[in-house]
């Protein structure tokens, strides 16, 4: 079992930055790719951001490309998503996700276990 947590959230303005921060703990955090998720009302769940077990590899949602980050420290069993020129259509309520696949999945039955989500709200 892995359990994570989220952390971040917020309202900010359009064009502003957040950083969501996701701490993992139970079985061993490097095994797993990340991944990060978002769903905002009436939608269905849709990928943002992944991570390779090690970090050396990322993949991003076209919609968040050159303006989103993700990363991690597996020294501290954590995984970020670091989040800039934010518009209003990035409200959603963000989702932290691991996988033990090695493929580059985005779709979210792919993903083993899952966090509570944090709410980020981009106001016009």
């Known amino acids: 079992q892995v359990q994570l947590v989220e952390s971040g959230g917020g309202l900010v303005q359009a064009g502003g930055s957040l950083r969501l921060s996701c701490a993992a703990s139970?079985?061993?955090?490097?095994?797993?790719?990340m991944g990060w998720f978002r769903q905002a009302p009436g939608k269905e769940r849709e990928f943002v951001a992944r991570?390779?077990?090690?970090?050396?590899?990322?993949y991003y949602a076209d919609s968040v490309k050159g303006r989103f980050t993700i990363s991690r420290d597996n020294g501290k069993n954590t995984v970020y998503l670091q989040m800039n020129s934010l518009k209003p259509g990035d409200t959603a309520v963000y989702y932290c996700?691991?996988?033990?696949?090695?493929?580059?999945?985005?779709?979210?039955?792919?993903?083993?276990?899952w966090g509570q989500g944090t709410q980020v709200t981009v106001s016009s």
């Open positions: 139970g079985r061993t955090f490097s095994s797993y790719a």
């Open positions: 996700a691991a996988t033990g696949s090695v493929l580059i999945t985005t779709q979210a039955r792919d993903y083993d276990y």
């Open positions: 991570i390779s077990r090690t970090g050396a590899r990322t």
